[in-house]
């Protein structure tokens, strides 16, 4: 999915509030409007503002992965077969598909892709690469990098 970004200028209003809805997006719009010394409405426009220049993309709630039994973090390189659109096209809107992919990014190097994974255990990543991942026909190689400890995941951008 790609999101056509208009860059706007932020004034020190607009990026308290997206500081504020950083940390919890279920702020009421009263209470944003009070901290950030706006009434109401104004404070509703900006938001509506943000929004629709795509600087505020959605509103999600935070999942502990763990807790869902989700517990190998695996990021996995990967390198097609041919440097073509057609190939890129090819893979990008495969992996889209498979929901284990959180994050998929073109990076530079040796490797095409760079993708963040999760899995519940080994044997199911193992799984995941021989039937789904490993069954799309343009990748050449896959390195996989498990991920022993996470120390620490902002999600929070710095404004």
């Known amino acids: 999915m790609q999101f056509i970004v208009v860059i706007m200028s932020l004034d020190k209003k607009d990026q308290q509030l997206l500081t504020l809805l950083q940390s919890n997006a279920r702020t009421s719009v009263s209470e944003l409007a009070t901290t950030v010394s706006l009434s109401d409405t104004p404070c509703l426009r900006r938001i509506k503002k943000l929004e629709a220049s795509k600087v505020i993309t959605g509103y999600h709630a935070a999942l502990n992965p763990r807790a869902l039994g989700l517990k190998v973090l695996v990021y996995a390189f990967v390198r097609l077969s041919q440097n073509s659109a057609s190939a890129a ?71």
């Open 89 to 159: 096209n090819m893979f990008e809107e495969h992996v889209e598909k498979l929901n284990h992919v959180l994050e998929c990014s073109v990076i530079s190097g040796s490797y095409d892709y760079l993708l963040k994974i999760i899995a519940t255990d080994l044997e199911s990543y193992e799984s995941f690469v021989k039937y789904k991942l490993g069954s799309i026909d343009c990748i050449a190689n896959i390195e996989s990098t498990v991920v022993l400890k996470q120390t620490f995941s902002k999600r929070q951008l710095p404004l």
